[in-house]
């Protein structure tokens, strides 16, 4: 975890990678990971930077790879992850790879153009050997007995076109669907001059490209005249159907019969060969692609970092700037220096100021890694601003927990967090692809320490799925409420409501020891007392909650140097939040302690108090809590208003001020900071520290751009912000309240609907029994669907709310930007 | 026990946070995480340390008690609280 309180320190690194060794350093930088490269070519455009040549090259070993990825998955065969962490290969080595591609890839193309010729000759040759095995008998008897006839005319017809009534065969099949429409269109076209018979294949013969069985219909047709001939193959055309001659004779058949079979049996062998060589290369491809594209992969990418570099004719290297955290410094250098002593020559690496802000970079482990998500899912903080993450570490499962908090939900959130902990290293929990399961294991600690809070809070608020438990004694005693005012079992027979009344000596022994008093869930008043009890709270939780941020904000104040900041923000911040909602607090807190129940009727109503404060006015029958109130009161309005003309005017006025003081100093110094100004981004100035580079910067920036009129209304808005969000926020925490009032009356509702009704079913023990199954699965199913999912997203959503809202915009501005690492590490996962 | 009062849980769960604040936090091992598990521990003592504080300081002094139907009434008088009920009278 390291120091997540604010970003490392991270620094702008110039480096002067010679030619020779650019390539190997790059690779080397990559594969630790360190530094992001800054792009020092944007304007110039992809087409004409140095090293296009070579990404292009290794785009198209890409496209070939990716063709033969896809052959392989078509064969239905999986690709090995590559084995080991393969560098990036040198840039001879790329011929060779693309060789050996091209080469495969070719040898692949023609295997299968071969196959795909074989199946399509070894199908045909199939539908030629049914046609000619399907016995079409009765036609052929027909057909002979036309033959036979052939010389005698049919009908008394006048000679003329019957003469010729030879009768001819045409042979074929046709894919099913298209055979009835082949078939009424034969009749419609040539009725009564032909006889068409359709069958049906009996086994299903696959197609030769998509390799999907299909069942043929093999047709006979017998028809006279050369004209209706020729209009049969004309259609028969049209529908695509494979045509065969078709031999009268048995004899002939037969023999025909024998030699499909003969060429079809040769042809199965030839297929086979083909199919083993295929198999073969597959084999080869399956060996060498995943190391190639793994090695092809990080080339590109190295070639993509060389490209924004810029280069130096001069000193004949390449020039990059890189963002590197301080404290990785030595290990850049050591690297650097590694790879370019293999090529004899040397690449050094310097700090250079930096004008702009650098990237932010917390380290996280995997238990912190889902905390700083949801800050950063807000706002990537700003360079070394303070990080509201590890405190968001406790307070969000713990806000959560206020809003959520049962013993029996809060266990079961708590057992699934813990199942998926344990179970975070199998790799099948590793490469789920079902998006709301990786949500959810990706928020697993976070789960588990939300789970973990509800069940404490669950005890406090004494619900085990709405349940009360006393674990301690009751404190208050209905006995002795029974034997004070004589509450006879005649006397409670007739009245159906009555109140324990605390006045009366023996009925309220004390507070319960831990959380709330278990006989408040048997009372028909609970929730006047809850919703008392929870309201208080949230106020109280939102205002210490508050206050705390406004205290974080003194350390970004002391970090940057503006220590006029904690005088003239930080102070008027604090008074005035204290002064009005601190005192709130103080109220509810003196009336819990001081308020009994001797003089309950003539109570203080808190309320009441606060809005008189705001409006300087007075209720008589509201007493005062404590003697002088009003004066008290009074002094921290006043007080607390005149904090804002402070808040409004006081930095803007102190800027101002600095700058004029600033302005007259002698002109000696104002060339300095000039030179300053000008400094270039790539000057070599090697003496600057870490401190200087900051108040410098820090100088410049207040020099060259202090608007006046920017400051105040910058301020002005703060302001606004600020005094407005107190009160707007302040009331904003009493979802705490609403959300806790939501689930626990929702649970409740569930037991009484279900649960209490299932165990107040029967007498007997088999009836109650068999009938709880049911209900408890009901019971069981309704409060994993409404009560921790549903209730579980939205306490926090608003936990979350409360935390980007009302807590981080008291300190955080949120617009960093990350140091995203030049990594390969995306590759080798 | 029958009389409850604030000092005693006040002082047990004071301990009890204060001991895993202080305590705990002088045996996380030296390492790069160790200012961040000390923050954890001592946020986390103040949470719920404070919370429970709010919940029995809002039934220190209640103003008026609960409600009860009649049937709760009648099984807390005979059923529940017989000990406690001759405990009282024995003190009286």
């Not at chain 1, 619900?463 to 409670?492: H, K, T, Y």
Request: a neutral charge; aromatic letters at 10%; glycine letters at 6%.
């Amino acid at each position: 975890m390291g120091s997540m309180f604010r970003s490392e320190e991270v620094a702008l690194v110039q480096l002067f990678l010679p030619t020779a060794a650019a390539y190997t350093c790059v690779s080397r930088l990559g594969e630790l990971g360190l530094v992001e490269f800054r792009d020092l070519n944007a304007s110039v455009s992809a087409f004409q930077r140095r090293f296009v040549v070579d990404v292009r090259r290794c785009e198209e070993l890409e496209k070939t790879f990716t063709f033969l990825q896809e052959e392989v998955r078509r064969a239905g065969l999986v690709l090995p992850p590559p084995e080991g962490r393969l560098p990036a290969p040198p840039p001879r080595d790329l011929l060779r790879i693309q060789e050996e591609t091209e080469r495969l890839a070719q040898e692949l193309r023609d295997v299968r153009g071969n196959q795909q010729a074989l199946r399509v000759q070894l199908h045909q040759l199939q539908l030629h050997a049914a046609v000619l095995g399907q016995g079409h008998g009765p036609q052929l008897a027909a057909a002979h007995t036309y033959a036979a006839s052939e010389r005698t005319p049919l009908l008394q017809a006048p000679g003329g076109p019957h003469q010729d009534l030879r009768v001819n065969f045409v042979a074929g099949a046709v894919e099913p669907h298209k055979a009835p429409a082949l078939e009424r269109l034969l009749w419609r076209a040539c009725r009564g001059f032909l006889i068409a018979s359709f069958r049906e294949l009996e086994q299903p013969l696959e197609h030769p490209v998509t390799g999907e069985p299909a069942t043929w219909m093999t047709f006979l047709i017998s028809y006279w005249g050369e004209q209706i001939g020729q209009k049969i193959r004309k259609i028969t055309d049209c529908f695509h159907c494979h045509i065969f001659p078709f031999l009268e004779q048995e004899e002939a058949c037969h023999a025909a019969l024998q030699q499909l079979q003969q060429q079809s049996q040769e042809l199965r062998e030839v297929l086979g060969e083909t199919e083993r060589f295929l198999s073969q290369v597959l084999g080869r491809v399956q060996q060498l692609l995943p190391p190639a594209q793994a090695q092809v992969h990080k080339m590109k990418a190295v070639y993509l970092a060389l490209n924004q570099c810029s280069v130096s004719t001069t000193h004949k290297c390449l020039i990059a700037e890189v963002w590197c955290a301080t404290q990785d410094l030595p290990a850049l250098q050591e690297a650097l220096r590694d790879s370019s002593t293999e090529e004899g020559v040397s690449a050094v690496a310097h700090r250079i100021p930096s004008r702009e802000m650098p990237p932010t970079l917390i380290r996280t482990n995997r238990f912190t890694a889902s905390f700083q998500g949801i800050v950063d899912a807000y706002g990537v903080g700003r360079y070394q601003e303070v990080n509201p993450a590890p405190y968001t570490i406790i307070t969000f499962p713990f806000l959560f927990a206020v809003m959520f908090g049962d013993v029996g939900h809060g266990l079961l959130m708590f057992l699934f967090a813990l199942a998926m902990v344990l179970a975070e290293n199998r790799p099948a929990v590793k490469t789920a692809q079902n998006e709301i399961w990786q949500t959810f294991f990706g928020g697993r600690y976070l789960l588990l320490l939300m789970g973990l809070f509800s069940v404490y809070t669950g005890f406090i608020y004494n619900e085990c799925f709405s349940r009360a438990s006393s674990i301690f004694p009751s404190g208050w005693s209905v006995a002795a409420m029974a034997n004070q005012s004589g509450w006879s079992d005649a006397f409670l027979a007739q009245h159906t409501m009555l109140t324990l009344d605390p006045n009366v000596t023996g009925v309220f022994l004390g507070p319960y020891p831990f959380g709330i008093d278990p006989i408040w869930s048997l009372a028909a008043n609970h929730l006047s007392f809850l919703n008392s009890f929870k309201m208080k709270m949230s106020v109280i939780l939102g205002v210490v909650h508050m206050a705390f941020g406004v205290v974080l904000g003194v350390f970004n104040h002391m970090h940057f140097g503006q220590r006029h900041r904690l005088l003239l923000e930080t102070l008027p911040e604090l008074t005035f939040l204290l002064g009005l909602f601190g005192y709130l607090v103080f109220l509810v807190i003196y009336k819990w302690l001081r308020v009994s129940a001797t003089n309950a009727a003539s109570a203080p109503s808190i309320l009441i108090h606060f809005i008189n404060m705001f409006l300087f006015s007075h209720s008589p029958t509201n007493r005062p809590l404590y003697p002088r109130q009003e004066v008290v009161q009074a002094m921290l309005v006043v007080l607390a208003l005149a904090m804002v003309p402070v808040l409004l005017l006081g930095t803007p006025l102190h800027l101002l001020c600095r700058h004029r003081r600033r302005l007259r100093r002698p002109t000696g110094r104002k060339q300095e900071d000039k030179a300053g100004l000008l400094g270039l981004p790539d000057a070599s100035v090697n003496g600057w520290g870490s401190d200087e580079e900051k108040a410098g910067g820090l100088e410049d920036e207040q020099e060259a751009e202090l608007v006046p009129s920017e400051v105040f209304m910058h301020q002005a808005i703060h302001t606004i912000e600020f005094c407005l969000g107190c009160v707007s926020n302040t009331a904003s925490y009493l979802r705490l309240w609403a959300l806790s009032l939501a689930h626990a009356q929702l649970s409740e509702v569930l037991w009484a609907m279900v649960m209490r009704i299932g165990l107040g079913l029967g007498r007997e023990v088999g009836v109650a029994a068999v009938v709880l199954v049911p209900i408890f699965a009901a019971f069981a199913v309704m409060t994993v669907a409404i009560l921790l999912v549903m209730e579980g997203l939205s306490a926090f959503l608003h936990a979350l709310r409360l935390h980007w809202v009302e807590f981080q915009n008291k300190f955080y501005s949120g617009t960093g930007y990350k140091l995203s690492p030049f990594t390969f590490a995306a590759a080798d996962d | 026990m029958a009389h409850h009062g604030l000092t005693v849980p006040l002082i047990a769960i004071s301990m009890f946070w204060g001991f895993v604040s202080f305590s705990v936090s002088w045996f996380i091992p030296k390492s790069l995480s160790r200012v961040v598990i000390i923050t954890l521990l001592v946020t986390c003592s103040i949470c719920c340390c404070l919370f429970w504080l709010i919940a029995i300081l809002s039934h220190l002094s209640l103003l008026f008690g609960p409600q009860l139907k009649n049937e709760t009434s009648w099984y807390l008088k005979h059923h529940f609280l017989v000990e406690e009920d001759m405990l009282y009278s024995a003190s009286r």
